[in-house]
């Protein structure tokens, strides 16, 4: 009864109780408990378990909770589809068909976690913030399954869990927070609620697979390294432009954007080695956002090409680019890489994928020299 004392720790929320039926087995039959194990926390669990009534094995289990499709309209109006789960009378903000499970919470304008897992009575959910969060998850799990072959944040399907209205009303950031990505709702003028933003969800997603492969530590070059690989993810999941972050931004001015990647210094960032940010008073975590643009551009050099600095750089294509840049942070980035590890964690891929001799090797050495770094 390895199962049953797996769940002993978890808090019945229906009061069990067993009843005795005929099952049958084969030519024969057996006398056997049914019963259901019913939790709400620490996670949903709705299973009906056949125990033999003689030797106390668990003869047959199944789940009771259902998936289902649901629908609701995003923080922009748009309807959108998603699995959601269908549990006796109510539906769940929670997609099972993923890794271990993709889950919507609502956090209250609190920041107290995990926040309540939305439940809805007819399956048509109403809370826009919510309904993105929840769709946006989904696909940037999907990105990741497609492009990369990788299981979500972990690479062992860990669940991704979403908590909306994080923090005060008006609260304007958003994170990954080790467990949850956590989304404040916006001041609606500078910021619409966090989650309205594919690109921002694949950013924070894109923080929670570092802390699980290189570990980057969020500071300096290595913080700047961190933020560099969110945005170009962040970036590559839509492929509209070469800006980051352009929908949650100023929601009611058309055109701009968090970042840019082509253009890191039109919002404020550094984009050649010469000019990075040296932070004496360690304002940004060392110029975690600033100094990004040095590998924001030369990310964009690699895909998209051009001449910068009077290096010419012959553009590869976003496929092979961003393919290269996930398998260096990956695969070859620890916790203290710094810009110059990273330059060669991506020549390095580049050999490994597209072999010593191949284009991708030149405009990879090519787009660091054109941003400075050695
Ligand atoms: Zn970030």
Redesign the pocket.
């Known amino acids: 009864a390895s199962s049953i004392s797996k769940i002993a720790n978890l808090e019945p929320s229906v009061d069990p109780k067993a009843e005795l039926y005929i099952y049958p087995d084969g030519d024969s039959t057996r006398l056997v408990y049914v019963t259901e194990v019913n939790t709400l926390q620490p996670t949903l669990l709705r299973t009906r378990y056949f125990i033999d009534a003689n030797d106390g094995k668990i003869v047959f289990k199944y789940d009771i909770l259902n998936e289902v499709i649901g629908t609701g309209r995003g923080v922009f109006g748009d309807t959108k589809t998603f699995e959601t789960t269908a549990s006796g009378k109510k539906y769940q903000l929670k997609d099972t068909t993923r890794g271990k499970g993709i889950l919507t919470y609502n956090v209250h304008n609190t920041e107290t976690l995990p926040g309540t897992l939305y439940t809805d009575s007819d399956n048509v959910w109403e809370d826009p913030a919510a309904v993105d969060a929840h769709a946006y998850a989904i696909r940037t799990y999907d990105y990741y399954k497609d492009r990369f072959g990788r299981d979500s944040i972990d690479g062992h399907g860990m669940a991704i869990a979403s908590a909306v209205h994080y923090g005060a009303r008006n609260y304007n950031n958003a994170h990954w927070g080790g467990t949850h990505m956590l989304y404040g709702d916006g001041d609606g003028t500078l910021f619409a609620p966090f989650s309205s933003d594919l690109e921002i969800v694949a ?2 997603l894109t ?1 929670g697979v570092t802390e699980h492969s290189s570990g980057l530590v969020y500071f300096a070059e290595s913080g700047a390294l961190s ?1 560099a690989i ?1 945005d170009i993810i962040g970036n590559d999941i839509d492929r509209t432009n070469w800006d980051f972050g352009k929908v949650a931004y100023t929601p009611n001015i058309k055109g701009d954007a968090i970042r840019s990647l082509s253009d890191p210094v039109k919002y404020g960032q550094v984009d050649h080695y010469s000019n990075l940010y040296p932070d004496p008073n360690n304002e940004d975590y060392g110029g975690a956002h600033i100094n990004s643009g040095i590998i924001n551009k030369a990310y964009y050099l690699l895909a998209q090409g051009g001449t910068f600095h009077g290096v010419k750089v012959d553009g590869i294509g976003r496929d092979a680019a961003v393919y290269i840049y996930y398998n260096a942070f990956t695969n070859y980035l620890t916790s203290t890489s710094n810009f110059s590890t990273a330059r060669a964690a991506v020549i390095q891929t580049a050999k490994d994928s597209y072999g010593e001799n191949s284009i991708a090797v030149t405009s990879a050495i090519k787009s660091f020299d054109a941003v400075g770094v050695k």
Request: proline share 0%; charged share 40%.
């Open positions: 950013h924070e923080h933020e969110s």
